[in-house]
């Protein structure tokens, strides 16, 4: 079962979506384990560059994708994807 990580979550689940800094959010997140209104702009703007469905929701689908963007090594890639880390997920100044 995957846990859904949105708006008002809290804990060490919360503090996985570090991926956020890593996939370009700008300023860089804080990860203090509170997902506020930062983070829900930064999941938002991440899932549509990703080519997801925006709905600010963490769940399966965009947790895959920001690992896919962030990971040196999957798939048999040996770097991060930077055709799809291109850009910034501005406006994001730290999960709140």
Same mark, same amino acid.
């Given at each position: 079962?995957?846990?859904?990580?949105?708006?008002?979550?809290?804990?060490?689940?919360?503090?996985?979506?570090?991926?956020?800094?890593?996939?370009?959010?700008?300023?860089? %997140?804080?990860? @203090? !384990?509170?997902? #506020?209104?930062? *983070?829900?702009? +930064?999941? &938002?703007? $991440?899932?549509?560059?990703?080519? %997801?469905?925006? @709905? !600010?929701?963490? #769940?399966?689908? *965009?947790?895959? +994708?920001? &690992?896919? $963007?962030?990971?040196?090594?999957?798939?048999?890639?040996?770097?991060?994807?930077?055709?799809?880390?291109?850009?910034?997920?501005?406006?994001?100044?730290?999960?709140?």
């Amino acid at each position: 079962m995957t846990t859904l990580l949105k708006r008002g979550s809290r804990g060490a689940a919360v503090r996985s979506l570090k991926l956020l800094s890593e996939y370009g959010a700008s300023p860089r %997140l804080l990860i @203090d !384990g509170d997902f #506020g209104p930062a *983070t829900d702009a +930064a999941v &938002r703007a $991440a899932q549509g560059r990703l080519e %997801l469905v925006v @709905d !600010g929701i963490a #769940g399966a689908q *965009t947790m895959t +994708a920001l &690992r896919r $963007a962030t990971e040196p090594v999957f798939a048999g890639r040996a770097e991060p994807d930077k055709e799809a880390m291109q850009g910034e997920v501005s406006g994001c100044a730290h999960l709140v």
